[in-house]
């Protein structure tokens, strides 16, 4: 296969690659019960669980198809009209994101919290997608470099107004300062301070900036079987520098540290690697046919699961006890009881992903991809 082939056409491994990315992040996201396996639950700080890697490894993807998305427009099109694009999808994801969090309450601005996934992936794309039509490889790697330089300096060196040296912890860190600074408690997912908060997403750019410089590699004339083993032992790399750096600058999904960026990275490189040799190199395609249904969708699946989500949490029904809780739970205990609550958690979460892929899979056999 020659690196020519991947300029107008889609790389099939790279959606695979995203619906695999979809398919977990709806498995973490729906737990049956409050009981899932520790691996399936996020951090409750500092560390890094199967769950936290998820969404970074997203962003690695917006970073890869930012270039092959525009790499044949930068040609034909003026960038005032790039431009425009960019900022109108940008703005529509952002404003997705907003919706889902207003939903399914009535509207109250003073409640409203701004932050969120989608926010997060809009302001991460338009960086991106500007940084790449305006700078070269070199300058994109000093760029992701810098990024995480100067995050880690501001993050340790820099005190905190009020808590001095104390600047990693929930309250005394500059992700809460500046969350705190810019919105009301009312409005930040943690009270005092955001997940996907505004400083914390500065650090979420390198990761984008992470897969558009793989979205380059991929679409130069290198060799194929280079390609891939390149990207194999830079994620390697990748995992070692953030391994390392986690003694000094701890791994930490919430405040999105450099370490981070880095251990998140390298997972998403290796990851994608391995499913660029075993289906564009090897040609080993059928299997991956369930993952490109969630991949060719991948904004649809993830606003309709969060929908259903908190559909269910308004449905309220008895439990054995007699307890009300919402419909998640109840349909858990009610299906699942015999089970561990653990496996019962599992369980119910593989059953809310099935429905999702079968309502992915209509989509894909009638031809209906929805992109923005």
């Known amino acids: 296969m020659e690196a020519s082939q991947f ?4 790389i099939l491994s790279l959606d695979a690659f995203r619906g695999l990315t979809i398919a977990l992040m709806i498995l973490v996201n729906s737990p049956g019960n409050r009981f899932p396996y520790p691996v399936l639950e996020h951090a409750k700080w500092n560390g890094c669980t199967f769950a936290d890697i998820v969404f970074p490894c997203f962003l690695f993807i917006i970073g890869v198809s930012c270039v092959i998305s525009l790499r044949n427009k930068k040609d034909i099109e003026s960038k005032a009209s790039l431009y425009q694009g960019i900022v109108q999808r940008s703005l ?3 404003m997705l994101g907003l919706m889902l969090n207003i939903y399914p309450r009535p509207f109250d601005w003073e409640t409203l919290r701004v932050y969120g996934i989608l926010q997060r992936i809009a302001v991460c794309y338009l960086a991106t997608a500007i940084i790449y039509l305006n700078t070269t490889v070199r300058a994109q790697i000093l760029i992701f470099i810098g990024i995480l330089l100067g995050y880690w300096l501001v993050m340790t060196q820099i005190p905190v107004p009020g808590y ?3 600047q990693l912890t929930p309250e005394g ?3 809460a300062y ?3 600074l810019l919105f009301s408690s009312k409005r930040l997912f943690e009270k ?3 997940p996907e908060g505004f ?3 500065i650090p979420a750019i390198a990761n984008t900036l992470a897969g558009l410089l793989i979205g380059s590699l991929l679409l130069s004339s290198m060799d194929i079987h280079k390609k891939c083993l390149l990207m194999f032992v830079t994620g390697c790399l990748s995992l070692l520098l953030g391994w390392s750096w986690n003694y000094s600058f701890p791994i930490n999904k919430n405040l999105w540290t450099s370490s981070f960026v880095l251990w998140t990275s390298g997972f998403a490189l290796i990851s994608f690697a391995f499913c660029f040799w075993v289906i564009d190199i090897l040609g080993f395609k059928r299997w991956a046919l369930p993952l490109k249904i969630f991949g060719m969708n991948a904004l649809f699946a993830f606003i309709l699961h969060v929908v259903l989500l908190k559909t269910q949490a308004l449905i309220l029904l008895h439990k054995n006890n007699g307890d009300l809780d919402n419909f998640r739970i109840v349909i858990t205990e009610y299906l699942f009881g015999y089970f561990n609550p653990q496996n019962a958690a599992l369980l119910y979460s593989s059953g809310f992903l099935l429905l999702n892929f079968m309502v992915m899979a209509l989509l894909y056999w ?3 991809f929805i992109r923005i």
């Open 192 to 194: 005092i301070y955001d």
């Open 92 to 94: 529509i994801l952002f």
């Open 178 to 180: 500046f969350d705190q």
């Open 173 to 175: 860190s500059w992700v």
């Open 366 to 368: 009638r031809k209906i």
């Open 199 to 201: 400083f914390s997403t």
């Open 164 to 166: 001095g040296s104390n």
């Open 7 to 10: 300029k107008n056409n889609r």
